[in-house]
């Protein structure tokens, strides 16, 4: 089942932080982030396992919190090369490498 | 050498063609992937490879004919294609195929538009 982000779009000004939220109907073991700027390929950002770690990279980052089955990016102090499209994707089953994406956030960093 | 490679970058067919799309990876992955993209859609899964053999098909049209020759090469054969089919064509590949550890790297696409 395809998991649920929100909000579908963000605009921000330069510097400004956000918050995308991931969340699923089923239980998750992973949360894959990913990154697409338009015309480019989707850019893998981070993964998020079973357990609740947080994980960083540059300044944006993510938690997952299984009880709530849902997973959280960070994007704190916001450059305009974050401006792209925001993809959470989980495990569809038994870890078979089947990645099911939600239907995306959209983020435009404006100066 | 982190990077798919993905040719050709656009095609153009007509219904009764055949064409096929190259993948193709040289960091030692033994998963590969197919994915479909339409406008401001998320990648949905078509094909994995794990070791060279097909481990999941997403009930994909016939018309959709992938082969994986070697561990660093994927394509995609494409057979009487309806206009509907027309999407950006994504190539992934990580290690192996299970996602709880293993990222995924995307080729740039191929954009075919079928007439």
């Known amino acids: 089942q395809q998991p649920v982000q929100s909000p579908q779009a963000v605009i921000l000004r330069e510097g400004e932080d956000a918050v995308i939220n991931c969340s699923s109907s089923?239980?998750?073991?992973?949360v894959h982030w990913y990154r697409q700027k338009h015309g480019e390929a989707p850019v893998f950002l981070m993964i998020?396992?079973?357990?609740?770690e947080q994980k960083g990279h540059e300044k944006i980052s993510a938690s997952f919190n299984e009880k709530k089955q849902q997973s959280s990016l960070y994007l704190t102090a916001s450059q305009l090369s974050y401006s792209g499209t925001y993809f959470c994707?989980?495990?569809?089953?038994?870890?078979?490498?089947?990645?099911?994406f939600g239907q995306g956030t959209t983020l435009q960093v404006k100066p | 050498d982190t990077e798919v490679t993905q040719t050709p970058k656009h095609l153009v067919m007509g219904m009764t063609n055949k064409k096929s799309l190259k993948c193709e990876q040289h960091?030692?992955?033994?998963?590969m992937y197919w994915y479909k993209q339409k406008a401001k859609k998320p990648p949905e899964l078509m094909f994995v490879?794990?070791?060279?053999?097909?481990?999941i098909n997403e009930s994909v049209p016939s018309r959709f004919s992938p082969e994986c020759p070697n561990s660093s090469l994927l394509n995609l054969h494409l057979h009487a294609l309806q206009p509907e089919d027309s999407a950006l064509y994504l190539c992934?590949?990580?290690?192996?195929?299970?996602?709880?550890?293993?990222?995924?790297?995307f080729g740039p696409g191929t954009r075919l538009t079928v007439l």
């Open positions: 992934a590949s990580s290690q192996v195929a299970g996602v709880d550890t293993n990222e995924q790297f």
């Open positions: 089923k239980a998750l073991y992973s």
């Open positions: 998020l396992l079973k357990g609740g």
């Open positions: 994707g989980t495990d569809g089953s038994s870890n078979t490498g089947k990645l099911i």
């Open positions: 960091m030692g992955h033994r998963a």
């Open positions: 490879y794990s070791y060279e053999k097909l481990s």
